[in-house]
Nanobody, 111 residues
Framework: QVQLVESGGGLVQPGGSLRLSCAASGIIFRFNFVGWYRQAPGKQREWVASIDRGALANYADAVKGRFTISRDNAKNTVYLQMNSLRPEDTAVYYC?????WGQGTQVTVSS
């Protein structure tokens, strides 16, 4: 059974940083595509970033240059480092792999 658990969300001021983590059980991340997504209130869930088996990373235009996705194979965990955060980054952030989703972690960017 695949299980994904996100953590690391919180309240941060504009311009600040957060690092989200997605820990997995029942799946080996280095053999799978992993994506980060987010859903803001009243909006559809959108793709944010992803990393494939070869560690190739891709980003949505809205976060390119500010967010970095990475993978720790030893910990079987994928991270999303978020810098220069903006109020419009406020959302629940989810990780997903092999059609499985985590429960999400809330990120709020506000002064």
């Amino acid at each position: 059974q695949v299980q994904l658990v996100e953590s690391g969300g919180g309240l941060v001021q504009p311009g600040g940083s957060l690092r989200l983590s997605c820990a997995a059980s029942g799946i080996i991340f280095r053999f799978n595509f992993v994506g980060w997504y987010r859903q803001a209130p009243g909006k559809q869930r959108e793709w944010v970033a992803s990393i494939d088996r070869g560690a190739l990373a891709n980003y949505a235009d809205a976060v390119k240059g500010r967010f970095t996705i990475s993978r720790d194979n030893a910990k079987n965990t994928v991270y999303l480092q978020m810098n220069s955060l903006r109020p419009e980054d406020t959302a629940v952030y989810y990780c997903s792999s092999r059609d499985t989703w985590g429960q999400g972690t809330q990120v709020t960017v506000s002064s």
